[in-house]
């Protein structure tokens, strides 16, 4: 399995209400990525885990919860979000154990209106 | 901190001719370089990246890039262009590869193909 697979493909949410993205990957690799991109441009880093563990939060704001409940599934909570939050959700996996192998491999995303 | 910038936001070729999309990087250590596409309303797709082996990467697609230390660049071309090359490509940055910071992605180039 060389993919990273995000569940669901689109979502539409309230303002008020709660949901959550899911992103699993089953290559091995312990670095797991979310990426944020507005339409026309690059993807922007919000958070990393590396082994489990939050180690880049990039200023995020709290309304976006990530959660990293296994070294296989990394998940992203949304609540109360506002509509300039709508945008393509990517997450992406990498393993950098060996150099040859070195490379980030993406979700194909979730893509989120808020109404 | 390192970065990549992409010349021309738009770039057009007629199909069968050279594709030539253009990538600077700056980085204080020697960095790892990617080159994805992206087709619309899709994930990322990596081309070919480059990690301090061989200068010159082929890559899928008949996609090729040479990495230039002197020149801080890296190009991505290919001889002839088809009609399904038509998409965003995004030149992207790494200067960690044993640890998980992410990428960095310059602005993207949008390839159009002209019959």
């Known amino acids: 399995d060389t993919e990273v697979t995000q569940t669901p493909k689109h979502l539409v949410m309230g303002m008020t209400n709660k949901k959550s993205l899911k992103c699993e990957q089953h290559?091995?690799?312990?670095?797991m990525y979310w990426y944020k991109q507005k339409a026309k441009k690059p993807p922007e880093l919000m958070f990393v885990?590396?082994?489990?563990?939050?180690?880049i939060n990039e200023s995020v704001p709290s309304r976006f919860s990530p959660e990293c409940p296994n070294s296989s599934l990394l998940n992203l909570h949304l609540h109360a979000l506002q509509p300039e939050d709508s945008a393509l959700y990517l997450c992406a996996s990498s393993q950098g154990r060996e150099l040859a192998n070195y490379g980030y491999t993406f979700g194909s995303g979730t893509r989120l209106t808020v109404v | 901190a390192q970065s990549v910038t992409q010349l021309g936001s738009h770039v057009s070729v007629s199909e069968g001719a050279l594709v030539l999309l253009r990538c600077n990087y700056s980085?204080?250590?020697?960095?790892?370089l990617f080159w994805y596409v992206q087709y619309p309303n899709q994930g990322l797709q990596l081309l070919l990246k480059?990690?301090?082996?061989?200068?010159l990467v082929k890559g899928i697609n008949g996609f090729e890039a040479e990495f230039k230390k002197s020149e801080t660049s890296f190009h991505l071309t290919k001889p002839s262009a088809h009609m399904s090359d038509a998409a965003e490509y995004f030149c992207a940055v790494s200067d960690n590869w044993g640890g998980a910071d992410g990428l960095t992605f310059g602005k993207g180039t949008h390839l159009i193909i002209q019959p």
């Open positions: 980085s204080s250590v020697p960095p790892y």
């Open positions: 480059y990690t301090s082996a061989a200068t």
């Open positions: 885990y590396s082994y489990e563990k939050l180690s």
């Open positions: 290559m091995g690799h312990r670095a």
